[in-house]
């Protein structure tokens, strides 16, 4: 009897171990890379758990992000810069991507500062049309997708961060998205 009470115990604390320990790594502030990538006077740390992408057509960076599952769809951060004065405004773009959902849920937009550059945030959940090709027609729709959006004021024009993915995906990676747009900084390069 004692020996199965001293076993209880042992578990009970290992229980309350794992799930304290599992807590602090949830709590943990997103990591990023020592990779870095800049363009029009601005800088940015890449967060560690996602992947360079291949290159690809008007795009500065392609960041791809894992699931939990490895059968589960991948979340992209696709970076744009298309030249000083070049890509439109903010609102434009930001309508744009809104657009590119139905049945849209939880349009957010919000100004931000981070290091003394200016950011405009999105985002926004719903059936995605998933744009591509030369005319940036629908791929096919996919359903509960979200997007976490970034349109950051560069000394050399608008820089465009778009995440796009499975909401799941997306929710739990807007940490480390977040942490990517913090990082950013005044850059003598790019």
């Not at 363009?39 to 967060?47: D, L, N, R």
């Not at 090709?133 to 970034?150: D, R, V, Y």
């Amino acid at each position: 009897m004692k020996l199965v009470a001293a076993y209880t115990v042992l578990m009970s604390i290992m229980l309350l171990g794992c799930s304290s320990q599992k807590k602090n790594e949830e709590g943990q502030p997103p990591t990023l890379s020592s990779q870095s990538q800049n363009v029009a006077g601005v800088q940015w740390s890449i967060p560690a758990n996602w992947t360079k992408g291949p290159e690809k057509q008007m795009r500065v960076g392609t960041y791809l992000v894992k699931g939990s599952d490895d059968n589960a769809e991948q979340g992209e951060c696709a970076v744009f810069y298309f030249g000083e004065g070049q890509g439109g405004n903010v609102e434009a773009n930001i309508d744009r991507w809104f657009a590119q959902f139905e049945n849209r849920t939880n349009e957010e937009r919000k100004k931000e500062e981070f290091n003394g550059i200016k950011v405009t945030t999105v985002s926004v959940q719903g059936n995605y049309l998933s744009p591509g090709g030369p005319m940036m027609e629908s791929q096919g729709t996919k359903e509960k997708h979200s997007l976490c959006g970034a349109i950051v004021e560069a000394p050399g024009g608008m820089v465009f961060f778009k995440f796009t993915g499975p909401t799941p995906l997306v929710d739990g990676a807007s940490k480390d998205f977040r942490a990517m747009l913090q990082s950013l900084s005044k850059s003598v390069a790019g």
